[in-house]
């Protein structure tokens, strides 16, 4: 009854971004399912052919800061409904006009552009969204839904397949749809005023702290969904479907860790956050490279699990760095501009990481690329004490 009681008490244009959310989060997690078995089953893709997927797949988060300054024109808000058309038609196109792997690879681009496109979107909508002071708490709302959201896509692809004879363009099509109704929820938003120079391509050396974090932030970020899944697959040897099963756990423990991270965001600042995170990834880096040589064989594969798990829901601490970005700009509209500039930042260095860290798997061992991210974590360590809220912002 409470929380039909606080859904009546929300804003029009909060319930709406909420519902666009639930939309988008389901359609992202029905590809993201289906994906690589439509692949499988479509094309008989080379080693080469599948590496290279993920150029076309990343490339866009590195571009969109480039199309976000062409897109200028567009408030947030409906420049988020242009990135859910985008993948809309992305996933359309990959489901019902793929007939050779190259016009994929087009159509995949055009989908993962979408999404990136819509990165530091949900996070710049969602402060707008926030009362005073309580942006972490309204982030971590916004990510709880969309962890229910991923959890009730996953399912519904388990489910059409396994009872209600879904191929593979069900999936797409429906994808297609809800982010199709997730573009029209947002288009249904009241448009704030649109800034005629927004300064995208513009870096800020009063921000140079904040573009260190997310420098860090991309490194540690594609270490571990690179090479983390390894460790049990390659390593442990543990079935490819166990991935499928911990992305299940995380995103119901997410549903309840995201709010509360977003409340320890604002009572306990972005400082405490960001250098916790930092000391947790320490031990997630030695139970990763090292609990095979610790543990016996069973506990060890544990360890592993335990730490996919923490690392997953630590992801989420992404949210300090937004909410920390728009407590220092000095101007309202640097934010959005900021926080695309970031992707952009984070894709550079996380493309960097995963060359260097197959490289030192091959050449060292799977346990030196998380001594990499134990150095990683220590610098972030050090990078987020340095961390300082403005008078006027902690006001």
């Known amino acids: ?21 639930l939309m988008l989060g389901m359609a992202f997690s029905m590809v993201d399912a289906t994906f690589n078995n439509f692949l499988n089953d479509k094309f008989a893709l080379t080693g080469f052919q599948r590496s290279f997927l993920e150029f076309p797949r990343e490339l866009p988060g590195f571009l969109v800061v480039f199309v ?26 990959i489901g019902f006009a793929s007939s050779n792997y190259w016009l994929m690879i087009a159509w995949l681009f055009i989908y993962s552009m979408g999404q990136h496109l819509f990165m530091p979107l949900a996070s710049t909508i969602g402060m707008e969204l926030a009362r005073e002071g309580q942006d972490g708490r309204r982030l971590g709302q916004i990510n709880s839904i969309r962890n229910l959201a991923a959890i ?18 069900h999936t797409f099509a429906i994808a297609a749809v809800l982010l199709g109704i997730a573009a029209f929820l947002l288009f249904m938003m009241k448009p704030e005023p649109v800034v005629e120079k927004r300064g995208f391509l513009q870096l800020h050396k009063e921000y140079r702290l904040y573009y260190i974090l997310n420098v860090l932030s991309g490194a540690r970020k594609q270490l571990f969904i690179t090479f983390a899944p390894w460790v049990l697959v390659s390593v442990l040897k543990q079935p490819t479907q166990l991935m499928a099963t911990l992305f299940t756990i995380g995103g119901v423990i997410g549903i309840l860790f ?15 956050v960001l250098a ?4 947790i990834l320490v031990f997630v880096c030695i139970g990763y490279g090292f609990a095979k040589f610790i543990f016996p064989a069973d506990t060890a594969y544990l360890v592993v699990c335990a730490c996919f798990l923490i690392d997953q829901m630590i992801f989420s601490v992404g949210m300090a760095r937004a909410t920390y970005m728009k407590k220092i700009a000095l101007q309202p509209d640097h934010i959005q501009p900021a926080l695309t500039a970031a992707v952009t930042i984070d894709h550079v260095f996380s493309i960097t990481a995963a060359l260097v860290g197959g490289l030192i798997w091959n050449t060292f061992g799977f346990q030196y690329v998380f ?4 150095l990683i974590a220590v610098v972030n360590f050090f990078t987020a004490l340095r961390v300082r809220i403005p008078a006027k912002a902690a006001a």
Not at 1 to 21: C, D, G, P, V
Not at 78 to 84: K, N
Not at 258 to 272: F, T
């Open 152 to 169: 009730l896509g996953s399912f519904s692809v388990v489910l059409g397949f396994k009872y209600l004879g879904f191929t593979f363009q």
């Open 258 to 272: 995201q709010p509360l991270l977003g409340w320890a965001i604002d009572k306990l600042g972005e400082r405490i």
């Open 276 to 279: 916790s995170e930092a000391v």
């Open 68 to 93: 976000s300054a062409a897109l200028w024109f567009f408030c947030s808000r409906r420049l988020s409904m242009v990135a859910m058309i985008l993948s809309a038609v992305g996933a359309a196109l």
């Open 1 to 21: 009854m409470n929380l039909i009681s606080r859904i009546k008490q929300s804003s029009r244009e909060l319930i709406l971004f909420a519902s666009a959310a």
């Open 371 to 374: 001594l990499l991210g134990m």
